[in-house]
């Protein structure tokens, strides 16, 4: 089974700043992925980032890069330079890369950008 | 930029009827998904669904639920007895082929209240 853990139910950040939104996993499984979604007020589910297990770089998505430390279990998002619109909740995910490859999903983190 | 669709955006339903969500996955899509998230809860699995079948569910996604493709391009949700617990968030994702890369994209949701 996989677990996502994410610590932090709010953060609040002055705007033009960098933020770390942290995650911590749990899997028994060699090969995963891990996925971060933004979730406006709004409601729709967006994507922003992927790593892969194996991938040996810490993914990035302009203002957007993934601190994939492995051997932490850790798979933080940064967002730098941080804009009103990042406003939002915030979730870390988690799939095998076998299978159906269903998502599971922390616990989310609130980000409020503060102008 | 091609893109799930889903309807109705918002259901309101009495407990004890049935009702069936929709969605338009990505054309070229093969493997689909229900998620479901009750408000400010995090994002929960129900079911994938490839080559016409299902191929993992949840324990939420008992026998009052059940999910079908009936032509090439529509999935859907039906839960055939509302529940006051079903009032929540439903969203559908698709996902392409494996490759490389697994995102999944996200419908907007369908929001449903049961009374």
């Known amino acids: 089974a996989q677990k996502i853990t994410q610590t932090q139910p709010g953060m609040f950040v002055q705007e033009k700043e960098a933020v770390t939104l942290d995650c911590t996993y749990d899997?028994?499984?060699?090969?995963?992925?891990l996925f971060w979604y933004k979730q406006p007020s709004s409601g729709e589910m967006i994507f922003l980032i992927y790593q892969g297990s194996y991938d040996e770089q810490n993914a990035t998505e302009g203002r957007y890069s993934l601190n994939f430390q492995k051997a932490r279990k850790s798979a933080n998002l940064v967002i730098s330079a941080s804009q009103l619109g990042d406003s939002a909740m915030y979730f870390c995910a988690m799939s095998p890369n076998f299978g159906n490859e269903k998502l599971t999903f922390g616990t989310g983190t609130r980000l409020t950008i503060i102008p | 930029e091609p893109e799930v669709t889903q309807t109705p955006s918002h259901q309101v339903t009495q407990m004890g009827q049935e009702v069936i969500l929709r969605c338009v996955p990505i054309s070229n899509h093969l493997y689909f998904y229900w998620y479901r998230q009750i408000l400010g809860q995090k994002v929960e699995f129900l079911v994938s669904f490839y080559n016409n079948e299902i191929s993992e569910k949840s324990e939420i996604f008992d026998d009052q639920f059940s999910v079908e493709r009936p032509d090439g391009s529509n999935f859907t949700l039906k839960i055939r007895s509302t529940k006051l617990e079903d009032s929540a968030m439903y969203f559908c994702?698709?996902?392409?082929?494996?490759?490389?890369?697994?995102?999944?994209?996200f419908g907007p949701g369908t929001r449903l209240t049961v009374l």
């Open positions: 994702a698709s996902k392409g082929d494996r490759g490389s890369y697994n995102e999944q994209f």
């Open positions: 899997t028994s499984d060699q090969s995963y992925g």
